[in-house]
């Protein structure tokens, strides 16, 4: 049977994988039935391994100014909901590792292995990732000088905080927090997994998985109950995705019912609940 996939099809599809740790394009194969994935995209067949291929290897610059419009649009609309006081802007470096002969990829002498150099700047108080830049393995590190070396590195702390600036220095010196969020988009949403063999694919690949950590992380801190809103991903998709479901399929409908002694049953619900109460202003 012949079927038709837009490109939002295919890009919506790979984030609800992505979500659910599916990070491979093969498991597209494996997944074009699955009935909670079609219900959820509202289709009767998902895109194969071969289609989700081609979608990505077709994407190029123009594709990545259109995930920056699309990061913009979704985080004016998450702020029409719940607007943050302020924002701590943490800006830092890490090694996207690269196996094979990729365009782009290099030896990082700091890290002491191959890769991408990549540039990340989060929200530090929400933990949104606000702009992720794919580079050359080989682009310079901006490493503090240990002691005894012969060059120094200065470091610059650049705010605009009313405070003396002793409280400014110990302010920042809780920014360690910028490692977990790091650690998560690379553990967690497989955001460092530069496959492909031309870095303009990789890097929309990583605006792919920009947006689906953004989108996580706004339906942690929005819908989620508050003892679960400190949990990392892995935690989470065990507690409220990942979980055993019932599917009863009628004539007109499925419905999928939860086990009755399911432990998060409550949370669940709650979730489902908080997800009807958005107030989202559309324009």
């Known amino acids: 049977m012949l079927r038709h996939h837009t490109d939002l099809d295919i890009m919506m599809q790979k984030i609800y994988r992505s979500v659910a740790a599916y990070f491979q394009d093969d498991d597209a194969d494996e997944l074009t039935t699955d009935p909670v994935f079609n219900a959820i995209l509202n289709k009767k067949g998902l895109a194969s391994q071969p289609t989700m291929s081609r979608f990505i290897n077709r994407c190029d610059d123009i594709c990545l100014m259109q995930f920056e419009q699309i990061q913009q649009e979704l985080r004016r609309k998450v702020y029409s909901i719940r607007r943050p006081e302020r924002i701590l802007i943490d800006i830092d470096l890490t090694l996207f590792s690269t196996f094979g002969k990729q365009e782009g990829n290099n030896y990082n002498q700091h890290y002491n292995d191959y890769g991408y150099h990549s540039l990340l700047s989060y929200d530090g108080l929400t933990g949104d990732l606000l702009k992720a830049e794919l580079r050359p393995g080989n682009v310079y590190t901006k490493v503090e000088k240990p002691y005894g070396k012969l060059t120094h590195l200065y470091t610059f702390i650049v705010t605009n905080m009313e405070c003396i600036a002793e409280d400014v220095i110990r302010f920042y010196c809780k920014r ?85 002694s399911c432990p998060y049953r409550t949370e669940f619900y709650e979730v489902m609940k908080n997800i009807t109460q958005l107030q989202v202003k559309l324009e």
């Open 176 to 260: 360690g927090t910028m490692e977990n969020f790091i650690k998560e988009s690379k553990l967690g949403f497989h955001m460092d997994a530069m496959s492909s063999s031309g870095m303009m694919v990789n890097a929309n690949k990583l605006q792919i998985s920009v947006l689906t950590y953004n989108l996580f992380n706004w339906f942690r801190r929005l819908v989620l109950p508050v003892t679960m809103r400190k949990l990392q991903i892995d935690t989470l998709r065990l507690k409220l995705i990942k979980i055993a479901v019932r599917v009863v399929r009628s004539a007109r409908y499925i419905t999928f019912k939860l086990c009755s």
